[in-house]
């Protein structure tokens, strides 16, 4: 599958409005890369387990990739699955987050490339689910992540970090390093439970590390059509959060639930299926966000 194949799968096949204000395929998000000097930070977080931050940020990722930004994921996740995901084996992850963590190794040391042009990844290891107590008498150790991704400033766009079900270190760390959360809400009975300690850690972190923190903002992930009950959370969240939610919504779909088993991006696996089109969709309107902070006209 080429490029413009992903991106015009995304625009063509979706309701979305936002979509048509993408970036073409054949201009690599130029005017956006210059007015951003430095990565943009994103951190996919939910201290609720299985609700889409590991299939959000491949998909994105992938999707953003594919429109010409160079992205790095970087799998904060002692389960790895952003990892496995994107086909890279546990042998060949022989520097992962956990020595950006603790050895203080660089960025590029750490990073490997994906079969998807512009998309690579620092994996994680098992090794990472001791660091709390590892880190308990470390002093600053809530700034970790980010001493390490300022060697990551020059060569990518976009960093998404790919948090852990817990708020505990490994997402505070990555919400320090990070200049917005992304926040995947699944459309289900208790979506919104949670939620308020998400938002408070986030407060916390942004009155003690990082003041300029925000929601980047809330993705409905999981909706299902024939369910009354994904309508009516759906309904209820943008209630709470308006605009904060994005017009995109992630379906349930088989074909997203598949691809990870082959190591791939369902925008890789089945580029036409309703997810696929839903993540390109997602990532023109994140886009289209981040060209209204850097100031720019929608499509510039
Ligand atoms: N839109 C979707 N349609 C169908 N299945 C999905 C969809 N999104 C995610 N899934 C499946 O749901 C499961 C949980 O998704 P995912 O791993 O992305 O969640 P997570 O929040 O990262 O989980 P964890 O908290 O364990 O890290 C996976 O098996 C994934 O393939
Ligand atoms: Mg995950």
Known sequence: MTESQIASAGSEST?????????????PAGALRHAVTEPRVIA??????????????????????????????????????????????????????????????????????????????????????????????????????????????GPFDYLLIDCPPALGLLT????????????????????LEGIAQLLQTIELVKHSYNPTLDIQGIVLTMFDQRNNLSGMVANDVREHFGEKVYRTVIPRNVRVSEAPSHGRPVIVYDTACAGSRAYLSLASEIIDRERHLAGLAPGA
């Open 15 to 27: 309701k979305d409005p936002a979509a048509s204000n993408a970036a073409p395929a054949d201009e």
């Open 44 to 153: 996919v977080a939910n201290q609720k387990g299985g609700v889409g931050k590991t299939t959000t940020a491949i998909n994105l990722g992938t999707a953003l990739s594919a429109i010409g930004h160079r992205v790095l994921i970087i799998d904060l996740d002692p389960q790895g699955n952003a990892s496995t995901g994107l086909g890279i084996a546990r042998g060949d992850r022989r520097q992962t987050s956990y020595d950006l963590l603790i050895h203080r190794a660089v960025v590029a040391d750490c990073t490997l490339p994906t079969e998807i042009p512009n998309l690579s990844i620092v994996p994680s290891g098992m090794d990472l689910s001791g660091i709390e107590v590892e880190l308990v008498n470390e002093p600053g150790r809530e700034s970790f992540l980010k001493r390490a991704l300022e060697s990551a400033a």
């Open 172 to 191: 505070i760390n990555a919400l320090v390093s990070s200049q917005a959360v992304l926040v995947p809400l699944q459309c289900e009975f208790f979506a």
